[in-house]
């Protein structure tokens, strides 16, 4: 066999290999929303995305993102929510601690939130990054080390959005293998299953933001 075609087809097929490894896999698929999972490089922790469709205006989506004293109402495992600074109607900064089960310690963050429209497309975009420095560090609760997030929503019709959610955390310390999975699967699932209904009460019925066109 050629030389060079040989080394083309090890380099293809390890090309192959990679994409594989990185790409999305399905890990949970019911009530309308989907999971995924994809090894990250350089991590022993999983990126994770949501796929889902609710009936909703980019308004009152929006609005429920960025409501910060509701959060502990649909978020899974979420102890505490509180706003830290808000800067703008779409930009703001709050602090949350994670209830984690026995023996693990709670974990801890600050998050900078930031949306924004595509006046074309009207795609919402919501970028949630952790932030250090604005919070001290608390005893016996372990900060996250890193934690980026993304909101991706589309109108859809009338009074309904598509919803692409991604985020990749490194929760700091040391996390069993058991707890892993139960988070990056459970935890997204059970967070959009509740964000559905929280979405349909009366207090967001007449939500409108100046920042989002429906």
Known sequence: MNKKFTLSLIITLLYFTLQAQNAWVLKADRDGIKVFTKSQQGSKFKAIKVECSVQSTLSRLTYAIMDIATCREWVYSTKSCVMVKQVSASELYYYSEINVPWP????????????????????????????????????????????VGKWVITPVGANSVKIEYSLFTDPGGVVPAWLINLFVTKGPFESFKKLKEHIQKPAFNNVHLNYVKD
């Open 104 to 147: 693990v310690s709670n974990r801890d963050f600050v998050a900078h939130l930031v949306a924004t429209q595509n006046p074309v497309t009207k795609v919402v975009t919501v970028d949630a990054e952790n932030v250090a420095g604005l919070v001290p560090e608390k005893d016996n609760i372990v900060r996250v080390v890193q934690s």
